[in-house]
């Protein structure tokens, strides 16, 4: 029973081990869309990969385009890059302005704009190109993601925002306080059944062996 119990709390803890060191899932979230003036701002682009084991070469491109007006075609000016590996400031407007925000594992694709302008405000497009690389053939996939910006003097909270945050802490807290009550569950269980296990085997050898030896007879009339 020992051996048992061992094991169950081994399996307990490695169970927690794998919960805390678990890789994070890619979410693909759209980006925020208000800044404000004199801040810095996240262009969020994200474009998830299903499987990390495949190999693939990652090429993004970041454009700028002022708000377009109907029936008038607007002008893309590129601003940013990631090519062979590494981000590639461009010369223009924004040199000096941008930052790199993306991930390692180049599923997070984002810019940042540092120091924001009201000149910053217009529509900004992410393009990713990636091919990857197999055995025999290199197919490619290609995604384009456009985001409005507007630049405000301060900042204002939006109630669904600001709702949805409280919301997702209300359940991380929930699911944490759910998960302490487990491990407290399966600690008293296996605590108890430890208990009933020893007061098992020292009733047995408490009875004298004289006893253990010669049973009573059964009583006849």
Known sequence: MVTQTRVQ???LALLI???????????????ET?????K???????????????KSKTHVDWYYMPNKEKDIPSNKTPIYKYVVDSPVELDGPYKGRLAWNGSPDLQDLSIRIINVTYND????ECNVYRQFTFDYFKPSAS??????????AKATGETAALYSEIMMYVLLVCLTC???????????????????TQDTATNYLAIP???KDNPAAPVTE
């Not at 208000?34 to 004199?38: D, F, H, M």
């Not at 995604?143 to 405000?152: A, D, H, M, Q």
């Not at 569950?185 to 059944?193: A, G, L, T």
């Open 9 to 11: 709390l081994q399996t």
């Open 34 to 38: 208000n800044a404000v003036l004199g």
């Open 121 to 124: 405000s217009g529509i900004y």
């Open 209 to 211: 062996s004289e006893q």
């Open 40 to 54: 810095s701002m996240k262009l969020t682009c994200i474009y998830c990969m299903k499987r990390d084991e495949i």
């Open 178 to 196: 759910w998960l302490l009550v487990e491990m407290v569950y399966c600690y008293r269980k296996i605590s108890k059944s430890d208990e009933q």
């Open 17 to 31: 081990f794998v919960v805390h060191l678990s890789r994070p899932v890619c979410v693909d979230i759209p980006s």
């Open 143 to 152: 995604l384009t993601k456009e985001i409005k910006l507007k630049v405000k």
